[in-house]
C-alpha cells in the first residue's frame, strides 16, 4: 500500500471521500509517483513538491511499498517558466477577454481542439490554461496550470495571484489579442459613427486585426476591471 498526503490545495477537485486529504493506492511497482498522484484526479501542473520521509523525489521515482507520499501543492506566486504569454482552452472565453483588457497576451480560440491547443503552447512557448484536467493529465503540455473559480472574476482572480503577471491595461485587442497603437482621428474617421466622430478624439487601432478603439459608453464596466486587478 501507498499513501498519499494531498496538501489542502490540492482537495478541491477530489471526490467526497477523498477530500480528507489521505489516499491509499495499492501498490504497483510499475507505477511511477506522478502517475499516482495523477491517478487521483491531481495534474502534476498542481504540485510543487513530492516527498518521501521529508526527502524530495521526482515525478518518475517509484515509491517503496508502504511509502508515505506528501504532495505539496505548487507555492504562490509561482515564477513563470518563460515569457508572460497564455492560451486557453476553448471554455476560457470571457476570460480571455478580460485578460487581454489587462493586457496579457492571451491566445484564444473557440473552436481549437486539444491537440492543437498542446501544439501552439508548445510551438509558440505559450503557458496553457485549462479547467479540463484530462487534458493537463493526458496531453503533458510544457507550460500548463489548471484555473480554479466556476466565474470569469474568481478565475482572474486566482491566476493573477498565482503568477503575478504584468499589466498593461487597454494595450491589447480584446478580439485578437493584438497589440494596440495609437492613431490619429482623421485615419479612421470612414469607420465611425457619427455620434463617435463628435465625442470622441483619441483611438488606437490593433495592429493585427485592424479594429478600432476608443473610451466610449463601455469603458466605465472596464475601467472597473481595471481599477479591481490593475490598480
Same mark, same amino acid.
Given at each position: 500500500?501507498?499513501? +498519499?498526503?494531498?496538501?489542502?490545495?490540492? @482537495?478541491? #477537485?477530489?471526490?467526497?471521500?477523498?477530500?480528507?486529504?489521505? *489516499?491509499?493506492?495499492?501498490?504497483?511497482?510499475?507505477?511511477?509517483?506522478?502517475?499516482?498522484?495523477? #491517478?487521483?484526479?491531481?495534474?502534476?501542473?498542481?504540485?510543487?513538491?513530492?516527498? *518521501?520521509?521529508?526527502?524530495?523525489?521526482?515525478?518518475?521515482?517509484?515509491?517503496?511499498?508502504?511509502?508515505?507520499?506528501?504532495?505539496?501543492?505548487?507555492?504562490?506566486?509561482?515564477?513563470?517558466? %518563460?515569457?508572460? =504569454? +497564455?492560451?486557453?482552452?476553448?471554455?476560457?472565453?470571457?476570460?480571455?477577454? @478580460?485578460?487581454?483588457?489587462?493586457?496579457?497576451?492571451?491566445?484564444?480560440?473557440?473552436?481549437?481542439?486539444?491537440?492543437?491547443?498542446?501544439?501552439?503552447?508548445?510551438?509558440?512557448? @505559450?503557458?496553457? +490554461? #485549462?479547467?479540463?484536467?484530462?487534458?493537463?493529465?493526458?496531453?503533458?503540455?510544457? @507550460?500548463?496550470?489548471?484555473?480554479?473559480? #466556476?466565474?470569469?472574476?474568481?478565475?482572474?482572480?486566482?491566476?493573477?495571484?498565482?503568477?503575478?503577471?504584468?499589466? +498593461?491595461?487597454?494595450?491589447?485587442?480584446?478580439?485578437? %489579442?493584438?497589440?494596440?497603437?495609437?492613431?490619429?482621428?482623421?485615419?479612421?474617421?470612414?469607420?465611425?459613427?457619427?455620434?463617435?466622430?463628435?465625442?470622441?478624439?483619441?483611438?488606437?487601432?490593433?495592429?493585427?486585426? %485592424? =479594429?478600432?478603439?476608443?473610451?466610449?459608453?463601455?469603458?466605465?464596466?472596464?475601467?472597473?476591471?481595471?481599477?479591481?486587478?490593475?490598480?
Amino acid at each position: 500500500m501507498v499513501r +498519499l498526503l494531498l496538501a489542502p490545495e490540492l @482537495r478541491f #477537485s477530489l471526490p467526497a471521500r477523498r477530500r480528507a486529504g489521505t *489516499i491509499e493506492l495499492p501498490d504497483d511497482p510499475a507505477a511511477s509517483l506522478g502517475h499516482l498522484v495523477q #491517478s487521483v484526479g491531481v495534474p502534476l501542473t498542481e504540485v510543487g513538491r513530492l516527498a *518521501i520521509g521529508g526527502r524530495p523525489v521526482a515525478p518518475a521515482d517509484r515509491p517503496p511499498p508502504g511509502a508515505e507520499v506528501e504532495v505539496a501543492a505548487v507555492r504562490r506566486p509561482q515564477p513563470l517558466d %518563460g515569457p508572460p =504569454r +497564455l492560451l486557453l482552452d476553448v471554455h476560457l472565453g470571457t476570460l480571455a477577454r @478580460r485578460l487581454r483588457v489587462l493586457g496579457v497576451d492571451a491566445g484564444y480560440r473557440n473552436d481549437a481542439t486539444d491537440d492543437e491547443l498542446v501544439e501552439r503552447a508548445d510551438a509558440e512557448d @505559450r503557458l496553457l +490554461l #485549462s479547467q479540463d484536467r484530462g487534458l493537463l493529465m493526458r496531453r503533458a503540455p510544457r @507550460r500548463a496550470a489548471y484555473v480554479r473559480g #466556476s466565474r470569469p472574476d474568481d478565475q482572474l482572480s486566482d491566476l493573477l495571484d498565482r503568477f503575478r503577471l504584468p499589466l +498593461l491595461p487597454y494595450s491589447r485587442c480584446t478580439a485578437c %489579442g493584438g497589440p494596440l497603437r495609437p492613431v490619429p482621428k482623421a485615419d479612421v474617421l470612414d469607420r465611425l459613427e457619427p455620434g463617435t466622430r463628435r465625442t470622441q478624439h483619441e483611438f488606437a487601432r490593433c495592429e493585427r486585426c %485592424g =479594429r478600432v478603439y476608443w473610451h466610449g459608453a463601455h469603458a466605465a464596466r472596464l475601467d472597473a476591471l481595471v481599477r479591481r486587478h490593475a490598480g
